[in-house]
C-alpha cells in the first residue's frame, strides 16, 4: 500500500482522514497563502490546495499520495479568516448574522509515482440566523473558535448558529472534502472502504 500522507497541520483535517481507517503521514506545508489581485474565492482555494500537495511531496517519501485541502470562505464579498482573538470572531459573526456565507474547499490528491494530481471543489453555502449580540457572546465562549474560519465549528455547538447548510459534501465544510477524497484515493487504486 502506498504511504497517505496529509499536507496540512489542521488537527480538524486529519480526525476527518482517520475516518478511513487508513495509517497516513501528517506534515505542514508552508507556503504563502495571501491571493493574488483579483483572484476570486473558488480559484484561490484550488490553488492552494495544489500549491501545498505539491509542497507536501518535498517533505515527505517518493511514491507518497499527498493528499492537500484548502478552504476560503466569503460573506458579501469579505473573504473571512480564521479570526484569531475573541473580538474577531465577534465582528465575523456580527457581520455574517443573517447572511449566506460561501466556503470553497479545494482538495488536491497528488500521486508522486505519477505526478498525477486529483483535483476537487466543493462550493458550500451556510446562512446564519440572526444572532443577537448575547448569543453570539455565548456562542464564542463556549465553543472558542478562534482557528476556524467564518468563527464557527459546525462540527459542534457552531450548529446551532445556522438556517442551512447548502452542500454536496458535508465533511468539506470542516475542511476536507471526503466523498471527493475517496473518489480519488479509489482512482489511485486504495481500496474505501
Known amino acids: 500500500m502506498q504511504v497517505l500522507v496529509l499536507a496540512s497541520g489542521s488537527r480538524y483535517r486529519a480526525e476527518l482522514l482517520q475516518r478511513l481507517n ?4 501528517q506534515c505542514s506545508p508552508d ?24 509542497a507536501g511531496r518535498i517533505l515527505t517519501q517518493p511514491g507518497a499520495l499527498v493528499i ?15 479570526p484569531g482573538s475573541e473580538e474577531r470572531a465577534k465582528e465575523q459573526l456580527q457581520m455574517m448574522s443573517g447572511h449566506s456565507v460561501d466556503f470553497y474547499t479545494g482538495l488536491c490528491l497528488l500521486d508522486t509515482r505519477s505526478n498525477r494530481h486529483f483535483s476537487a471543489l466543493d462550493r458550500t453555502t451556510v446562512r446564519l440566523r ?15 473558535p478562534l ?6 465549528k459546525v462540527e459542534s455547538l457552531g450548529i446551532s448558529l445556522f438556517e442551512s447548510i447548502d452542500s454536496q459534501d458535508p465533511t468539506a465544510l470542516v475542511g476536507l472534502p471526503m466523498i471527493a477524497l475517496c473518489r480519488g484515493l479509489r482512482e489511485a487504486g486504495v481500496t474505501v472502504p
Not at 130 to 144: F, G, K, M, N, T
Open 68 to 82: 492537500a485541502s484548502d478552504q476560503v470562505a466569503a460573506c458579501q464579498g469579505v473573504r473571512l479568516h480564521k
Open 31 to 54: 507556503i504563502d497563502e495571501s491571493a493574488d489581485s483579483g483572484e476570486a474565492p473558488d480559484v484561490l482555494a484550488s490553488r492552494l490546495a495544489r500549491e501545498k500537495a505539491d
Open 130 to 144: 440572526h444572532l443577537s449580540h448575547d448569543e453570539i457572546e455565548r456562542y464564542i465562549a463556549a465553543d472558542q
Open 147 to 152: 482557528d476556524c474560519a467564518g468563527s464557527f
Open 22 to 25: 487508513l495509517p497516513f503521514l
